[in-house]
């Protein structure tokens, strides 16, 4: 069984200031991470991927997470928020067997940048 | 350019009708999948398919038909069956090999 928690419904921040996003997920297996950003009425971006090489992984537009197995958390960061940022972000779990993919999406982030 | 397409990009149904979602991909991926989204609910996966004529129900199949009879195209029927078709709806695909799932665009179904 897997699952995903996306700790934060919204998330206000101003510009040129850190962001912080929580992911928190449970699997029976050696879970792939996603986090994914969906700008209104589009479709899904991929932002980075975890699995299971290095737990620091960068991503574009200056994100990064970092997987920490001990505390089950995928958290999304970048140092400084701009405008652009602002968006609503998905953290996923998958797992692959035998060609099928079990894949659970967290229930979305809404980011808010100030100016 | 390599993507996924989804036409049309807004779509409305009115009362009884069946309503046909487009999905066309050119990356070559064998598996395809379709998700409704509705606000604060994430993506529920509605049908998926990993290989042409191929295809299973996810969680949310009912009142949904899909076919795979080419590898590139995955069209989603939206039937009279669904009562509550609202939403925002987007097709993925991925390699066999691969867990990246590769979004196009979505389109959003209205009902009139």
């Known amino acids: 069984a897997q699952s995903v928690t996306q700790l934060d419904s919204h998330v206000s921040v101003s510009e040129g200031t850190p962001v912080l996003l929580r992911c928190n997920y449970s699997s029976s297996y050696s879970p792939s991470l996603f986090w994914y950003v969906q700008h209104p009425n589009k479709g899904l971006q991929l932002l980075l991927k975890y699995t299971s090489a290095a737990t620091l992984v960068k991503g574009i537009n200056g994100f990064e997470a970092e997987f920490k197995k001990s505390e089950t958390s995928f958290h999304l960061t970048k140092p400084s928020a701009h405008m652009s940022d602002a968006a609503e972000y998905f953290c996923v779990v998958s797992r692959l067997s035998g060609g099928y993919q079990k894949v659970t999406f967290g229930t979305g982030t809404k980011l808010q940048v100030i100016p | 350019d390599g993507g996924i397409t989804q036409s049309p990009k807004y779509l409305f149904r009115k009362e009884g009708q069946n309503v046909t979602l487009s999905c066309e991909q050119n990356?070559?991926?064998?598996?395809m999948y379709w998700y409704r989204q509705d606000p604060g609910q994430g993506l529920r996966l509605i049908y998926y398919s990993q290989i042409v004529n191929d295809f299973q129900k996810g969680d949310i199949a009912e009142g949904y038909s899909v076919s795979r009879e080419k590898k590139e195209s995955f069209p989603l029927t939206v039937t009279s069956a669904q009562k509550n078709p609202t939403a925002f709806y987007l097709c993925?695909?991925?390699?066999?090999?691969?867990?990246?799932?590769?979004f196009g665009p979505g389109t959003r179904l209205l009902v009139l």
């Open positions: 993925a695909s991925r390699t066999s090999g691969g867990e990246t799932q590769y």
């Open positions: 990356l070559n991926h064998d598996a």
